[in-house]
């Protein structure tokens, strides 16, 4: 599975951004997606997670009430809306994609594939 990740940028505190993950595969469905981050100095984080058929999405602590991930089946896409972000949000973003659904959500290892990455850098 190829993904290409969009939508990073720099914006203040308490700004907002979306980023995108479009899929190359026919059964985007079947695909639990997730994104990361990356800030520099740190170990890749887990962000948020959206299982296929079902949707369900799951958060870590620091970004519940602030973003929102989605997907759009017919587009093979994923959503990152980020909502009120805050200098510490900054980092590289990365979406990540399996087939069907993982206990272990959170860990990247159990990831096959990986989008290239987008900054988002959130300025005080």
């Known amino acids: 599975v190829q993904l290409q990740a969009s939508g990073g940028g720099l914006v203040q505190a308490g700004g907002s951004l979306r980023l995108s993950c479009a899929a190359s595969?026919?059964?985007?469905?079947?695909?639990?997606m997730a994104w990361f981050r990356q800030a520099p100095g740190k170990e890749r984080e887990f962000v948020t997670a959206?299982?296929?058929?079902?949707?369900?999405?799951y958060y870590t602590d620091s970004v519940k009430g602030r973003f929102t991930i989605s997907r759009d089946n017919a587009k093979n896409t994923v959503y990152l809306q980020m909502n009120s972000l805050k200098p510490e949000d900054t980092a590289v973003y990365y979406c990540?994609?399996?087939?069907?659904?993982?206990?272990?959500?959170?860990?990247?290892?159990?990831?096959?594939?990986w989008g290239q990455g987008t900054q988002v850098t959130v300025s005080s």
């Open positions: 959206i299982r296929g058929n079902s949707g369900m999405t």
């Open positions: 990540a994609a399996r087939q069907h659904w993982h206990v272990n959500y959170y860990y990247a290892t159990n990831y096959i594939s």
């Open positions: 595969v026919r059964t985007f469905y079947t695909y639990s």
